[in-house]
């Protein structure tokens, strides 16, 4: 049988992480050939070696947020393999935990730089590839965070609002050309990024803080990177061709409430 991305180029940001990786492995594993960016040089290493090594795959390191690193690892995909057909813009930050009164200048410039700025160059320089072939998929990686308020989180929470900005109206723009762009909003998932955040509401007692957190969600758990990786698949592949500009909610129910 086919698998659903035979013949398809992905690139996906911020690979070595953990929802990174998960997709990587998913998309992989239904044929694409798979561009992993990162600027964790070794975690990137690490990663493309699970891969056995395989043609299939290629490491890129670069920072997002640096417009030529942006635009060296896009004509780096285009030269290797031609074209890119699904661009998974996922790298992203958490950034301090605190009340907005205790967030500072600081704080806010690291975390529009690389969760906007990071988001906006890889659509700035992955949408012409995509026009110009006249098809592809962009996935932007924004978060509940991106559809509510999020105490303790407020710059994480602008952020990913600004996602859904970026998202909506750049997929209003290349619609013309058969390019779509959606973007994905997980609820929190077993990850480092999670336990960063438990670890700074209480860090004696972080179980408790999942525990917590756990219950506001309908399902009663944190989501699984694989679990949102099967999202992005399908938002990846022809099997959504009539979708963009959409906003996914991955969330376990929090929605609903
Ligand atoms: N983990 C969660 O609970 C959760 C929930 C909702 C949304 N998200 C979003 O999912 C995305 C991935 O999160 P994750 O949990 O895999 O995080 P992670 O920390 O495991 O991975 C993030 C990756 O991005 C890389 N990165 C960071 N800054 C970079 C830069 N400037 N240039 C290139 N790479 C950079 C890191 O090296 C890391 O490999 C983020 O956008 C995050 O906001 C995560």
Redesign the pocket.
């Known amino acids: 049988m086919k698998r659903k991305l035979e013949g398809k180029v992905a690139v996906i940001?911020?690979?070595?992480?953990?929802?990174?990786t998960a997709i990587a492995e998913q998309l992989a594993s239904e044929g694409a050939k798979v561009a992993l960016?990162?600027?964790?040089q070794q975690?990137l290493d690490k990663l493309v070696s699970s891969f056995g090594d395989s043609e299939n795959i290629m490491g890129l390191v670069?920072?997002?947020?640096k417009e030529q690193a942006v635009q060296h690892y896009v004509k780096q995909v285009v030269e290797r393999w031609g074209k890119i057909d699904v661009f998974v813009n996922?790298?992203?930050?958490?950034g301090k935990t605190a009340l907005l009164t205790e967030q500072t200048t600081a704080d806010f410039d690291a975390m529009m730089n690389?969760?906007v700025r990071?988001v906006f160059l890889g659509l700035k320089y992955v949408l012409p590839v995509m026009i110009a072939q006249q098809s592809g998929s962009a996935i932007n990686?924004?978060?509940?965070?991106g559809l509510m308020g999020s105490s303790g989180n407020s710059l994480?929470s602008a952020a990913?609002h600004a996602v859904v900005g970026l998202t909506k109206t750049a997929a209003l723009e290349v619609a013309k050309d058969s390019v779509r762009v959606n973007s994905i909003?997980?609820?929190?998932?077993a990850?480092?990024?999670?336990e960063t955040i438990e670890q700074s509401i209480n860090k004696n007692d972080p179980a408790r803080v999942r525990q917590t957190i756990s219950s506001r969600i309908p399902l009663g758990r944190?989501g699984q990177?694989e679990e949102v990786a099967k999202l992005v698949e399908f938002l990846a592949s022809d099997d959504s061709s009539f979708i963009t500009g959409s906003q996914y909610r991955i969330d376990g129910g929090m929605g609903a409430r």
């Open positions: 940001t911020g690979a070595a992480g953990v929802l990174g960016v990162d600027f964790n975690a670069a920072d997002v947020s996922n790298a992203g930050i958490i690389l969760n990071g990686t924004s978060s509940v965070s994480y990913k909003h997980p609820a929190p998932l990850s480092s990024m999670m944190y990177a």
